[in-house]
T-cell receptor
């Protein structure tokens, strides 16, 4: 069974903390993505990676960075958490190629207080 | 850049009613088109897809046809069930190999008995 695993379902952090969200996939996928999901705004792409050590900014990269040192792991980093980063964060992965399906993790609900 | 526009929600229907959820897109080239579904408390999963003009994707009684002339990919189901209550997202991926996924805002469907 294919799997994308996010390290936490719920997380509460303080303003100004450095926050790491981890995502691991076991499908040998080249592409990995981080989205945030907010009511009325849908899914917005933060960053994606199409290979190890490769990354591209998505639509809302400000305040975030990413790391992909190994093919199966893609980390999202909030350098200095702020309350407007309170959200649901979704990780996904897919194979290279046209029309390939993306597989999603369960999401991490992050609250910044 | 690429964009996906979905009709405004939420949508509430009675069981066995006909469902249409509109989706239009803006993209360069020939994107692939998707519908993803998010059931309550779960992650996103692929419902159906189409990768070229006039293709019809179908799954679980849902259908959508890739209409290049109207840049649309409307989702339809002839008879909805209570178990179809979920959030539905239209999405597209680039024509290139890296398959960056762009989502619409999503629409919540509630089906009452």
């Amino acid at each position: 069974d294919v799997k994308v695993t996010q390290s936490s379902r719920y997380l509460v952090k303080r303003t100004g903390e450095k926050v790491f969200l981890e995502c691991v996939q076991d499908m040998d996928h080249e592409n990995m993505f981080w989205y945030r999901q907010d009511p009325g705004l849908g899914l917005r792409l933060i960053y994606f990676s199409y290979d190890v050590k490769m990354k591209e900014k998505g639509d809302i990269p400000e305040g975030y960075s990413v790391s992909r040192e190994k093919k199966e792991r893609f980390s999202l980093i909030l350098e200095s958490a702020s309350t407007n980063q309170t959200s649901m964060y979704l990780c996904a992965s897919s194979l290279h190629g046209r029309g390939t399906e993306a597989f999603f993790g369960q999401g991490t609900r992050l609250t910044v207080v | 850049g690429n964009s996906v526009t979905q009709m405004e929600g939420p949508v509430t229907l009675s069981e066995e009613a006909f469902l249409t959820i509109n989706c239009t897109y803006t993209a360069t080239g020939y994107p692939s088109l998707f519908w993803y579904v998010q059931y309550p408390g779960e992650g996103l999963q692929l419902l159906l897809k189409a990768t070229k003009a006039d293709d019809k994707g179908s799954n679980k009684g849902f259908e959508a046809t890739y209409r290049k002339e109207t840049t649309s990919f409307h989702l339809e189901k002839g008879s909805v069930q209570v178990s179809d209550s979920a959030v539905y997202f239209c999405a597209l991926s680039d024509a290139g190999a890296n398959s960056k996924l762009t989502f619409g805002k999503g629409i919540t469907l509630s089906v009452r008995p």
